[in-house]
């Protein structure tokens, strides 16, 4: 089955730039989607297909995809984007699978 | 907007069957893919299953023996049925809207809560 590695976390100074890696075999032949989960609420979309935002998510939130890692970057980053970020692919056999998340501290 | 609302019983018994429906309001279900999520506490999410509003399903393979997924247009509501539970099941189960068979999650319901105990 495919897997999704993300880094358990990521700290970033407070206006400063945090880049989420998430890796997998090939995952540039994949359309990749990321979730912001804040503690107590469900998911929410952030970019879909490797770099779109969806409506009202801020221009700060970017994401890129090539070879065997795809990229969420969050530049600017401020206290209300302390999170868990996960990203998500559909593998060959059409199952969605999710990365392992990672925790992102704004310090 | 198209908002999700899972409802169903939030304590199973070990061995039993968990069953829970996603109603949606604000839009219709038809000529979408929907999809059941879960999330143990403190753990990553876990795809459980997609159904399109044909009655058309795709389910995890690590889950496939275990989940029945189904529609109901008229009520414009979605289900997930997973038997024979342990403790293991226990999670915050999530409903969401896919955007295409092969999309992204959007939106997603509050989320349940499930413990598995006798």
């Known amino acids: 089955s495919y897997e999704l590695t993300q880094p358990l976390s990521v700290s970033v100074a407070l206006g400063q730039t945090a880049r989420i890696t998430c890796g997998g075999n090939?995952?540039?032949?994949?359309?990749v989607h990321w979730y912001q989960q804040k503690p107590g609420q469900a998911p929410v979309l952030v970019i879909y297909?490797?770099?779109n935002r969806p409506s009202g998510i801020p221009e700060r939130f970017s994401g890129s995809n090539s070879g065997n890692t795809a990229t969420l970057t969050i530049s600017r980053a401020q206290a209300g984007d302390e999170a868990d970020y996960y990203c998500?692919?559909?593998?060959?056999?059409?199952?969605?699978?999710f990365g392992t998340g990672t925790k992102v501290t704004v310090l | 907007q198209v908002q999700l609302q899972e409802s169903g019983p939030g304590l199973v018994k070990p061995s039993e069957t968990l069953s829970l429906t996603c109603t949606v309001s604000?839009?219709?279900?038809?000529?979408?893919?929907w999809s059941w999520i879960r999330q143990p506490a403190g753990k990553g999410l876990e795809w459980i299953g997609r159904?399109?509003?044909?009655?058309?399903?795709n389910y995890n393979p690590s889950l496939k023996s275990r989940v029945t997924m189904s529609v109901d247009t008229s009520k414009n509501q979605f289900s997930l049925k997973l038997s024979s539970v342990t403790a293991a099941d226990t999670a915050v189960y999530y409903c969401?809207?896919?955007?295409?068979?092969?999309?992204?999650?959007?939106?997603w319901g509050q989320g349940t809560l499930v413990t598995v105990s006798s």
């Open positions: 297909r490797d770099s």
């Open positions: 998500q692919v559909w593998d060959s056999s059409t199952a969605g699978v």
């Open positions: 159904i399109y509003t044909s009655g058309s399903t």
């Open positions: 604000g839009g219709s279900i038809s000529s979408y893919y």
């Open positions: 969401a809207r896919l955007s295409a068979a092969l999309g992204w999650f959007d939106p």
């Open positions: 090939n995952i540039g032949s994949k359309n």
